[in-house]
């Protein structure tokens, strides 16, 4: 990335919302670097220098601002083939994917060899994929030595450190102090009960809208909106439990709850969350792309997939069916085959089947359920190349090619497999032409006109969708 420098110190003189998280600036006088959002007194521009990454500035001897916290900057999102790769690749790594299965297996997901992979990340932000994820453990262990009373040595695994050891050592080198020291005067008191965390994004964002949607399609026992507040059940490599999310007031943030017995991925939750609610949109950018059809609400976001199975599942029961059929169905599926958990919430009960659970249901159990064979067909087919890592529905993969692999299931077509890409691999340009809502809202009567139309609208075509099905609903509920 290209920075200007006299751009970026006028952005850090504004405290410009639109530039945070997109450049951090490194002030040469103290050796801390901040976000251009940071409220501490303004440097002089010649002790300022400028980095497209956290990890890039410390990489160049800086330690993160107390005040800013630049480990809770949102994320960024990219549309150029490059920057695509480079920003999917770090979600990733961001996911703790490293520690798991390493650069070269990383590579291959993506189709490219290790080193094009270093040489596209080092392009954009700066560093190397494994500067990258060290930045990104140190700053999640800096987050919840902060934020929560988790001691150390927890704080040290839960961020992806093997070593306690080697956790205090890079900590020290790199911010000059001990972890012990960050929490002053806070003790550990052990393992809480539940875990804090924010969550940043840039404004505006239209948080009601977002719950609006999401609580229409929710797994009933799995995903809850209560109020203001989203709720949903997690498992994780075998590890279940729950978590709360809710905007904080006067602040572009959410506020995170989640069970402790969770700690250990901490980091791959919040992730998920980011997705889920698309935090790393640029919504001024969108809207200007998309003109009148976002001039009334920018703050549209796509709702994501916290588990791209359990989106997929949801996709195929929407097909063709109300909305109030497509939950039942949901409703029986999570009743027959979820796990039962305990929450504190009586309306979280069940976790959702994974896809090795539907290894052991043949077709006559789904399609028992009440649902068409062709969809319990589909679901089982989705499950199975899951459950062989013949098909990933993460964000970062190659695109067509999922689309492709998708639509060779039978039971998946182009609208289902469009609106997969949508929200399990939040792709900013996926658009299902043969959508009826979408053919009303624009006054269309053929999939080829929308599909003409929707040519102004790249690269942010799924989010010209949100706005006109967002039309319809509001028409929908004006009848009402």
């Known amino acids: ?3 200007n420098p006299e751009v970026c110190y006028q952005a850090l003189l504004s405290l410009d919302p639109r530039f945070d998280g997109k450049f951090f600036v490194g002030v040469t006088s103290t050796r801390i670097y901040c976000r251009p959002v940071c409220t501490a007194r303004k440097p002089h521009s010649e002790n300022c220098t400028y980095y497209p990454s956290a990890a890039a500035a410390e990489q160049a001897g800086y330690r993160p601002c107390l005040r800013c916290r630049p480990e809770l900057a949102p994320g960024n999102a990219h549309i150029e083939a490059h920057s695509q790769l480079a920003s999917a690749a770090a979600s990733r790594i961001e996911d703790g994917v490293l520690d798991r299965i390493g650069l070269k297996s990383l590579a291959e997901e993506f189709h ?15 560093v190397s994929p494994v ?12 987050r919840l030595l902060t934020d929560t009373n988790l001691p150390v040595i927890e704080v040290a695994f839960a961020s992806g450190f093997n070593s306690l050891r080697r956790f205090n050592a890079l900590f020290m080198e790199r911010y000059r102090l001990s972890p012990t020291n ?8 052990g393992i809480p009960e539940v875990l804090t965390g924010e969550l940043a994004y840039r404004p505006p ?5 977002l719950l609006a949607y999401l609580k229409r399609w929710a797994a009933s026992g799995v995903e809850s909106i209560e109020d203001n507040c989203y709720l949903r059940t997690i498992n994780i490599d075998g590890h279940s439990g729950w978590l709360s999310v809710e905007p904080l007031e006067q602040k572009a943030t959410l506020k995170v709850r989640l069970s402790a017995g969770l700690a250990h991925f901490f980091l791959p939750v919040m992730a998920r969350l980011k997705r889920l609610f698309d935090l790393s949109a640029h919504p001024q950018l969108i809207a200007t792309c998309l003109g009148d059809l976002a001039a009334g609400n920018p703050g549209l976001r796509i709702p994501g997939a916290f588990d791209g ?3 997929a599942v949801h996709a195929v029961l929407s097909q063709q069916v109300s909305t109030a059929a497509a939950r039942q169905l949901m409703k029986r ?30 077709l006559g159990d789904l399609a028992g359920l009440g649902m068409y064979r062709s969809k319990a067909q589909a679901i089982l087919g989705i499950a199975s190349a899951l459950d062989q890592k013949i098909l990933v529905l993460d964000p970062g993969g190659d695109v067509d090619q999922t689309l492709d692999q998708l639509k060779t299931i039978p039971g998946v077509g182009e609208w289902t497999a469009q609106y997969i890409a949508m929200r399990a691999l939040a792709w900013p340009d996926a658009f299902p032409p043969t959508d009826l809502c979408l ?8 999939p080829s006109q929308l599909r003409k139309m929707a040519e102004a609208w790249r690269p942010w075509r799924a989010y010209a969708a949100m706005h006109l099905w967002d039309q319809c609903r509001l028409l929908e509920l004006k009848k009402e």
């Open 1 to 3: 990335m290209t920075l």
């Open 112 to 126: 490219v060899s290790e080193r094009q992979l270093r040489r596209v990340i080092k392009a954009e932000f700066g």
């Open 131 to 142: 500067e990258l994820a060290q930045t990104n453990r140190l700053l999640t262990a800096k």
């Open 182 to 189: 960050l929490r002053k005067n806070r003790e550990s008191v």
């Open 205 to 209: 964002m239209d948080w009601q809208t």
């Open 309 to 311: 199975f359990e989106m």
């Open 333 to 362: 599926l999570v009743n027959a085959f979820g796990q039962s958990i305990e929450t504190p919430y009586h309306q979280l009960d069940r976790i959702f089947p994974t896809p090795h659970k539907f290894s052991h249901i043949s």
């Open 439 to 446: 053919l009303k809202a624009t006054g269309l009567t053929s």
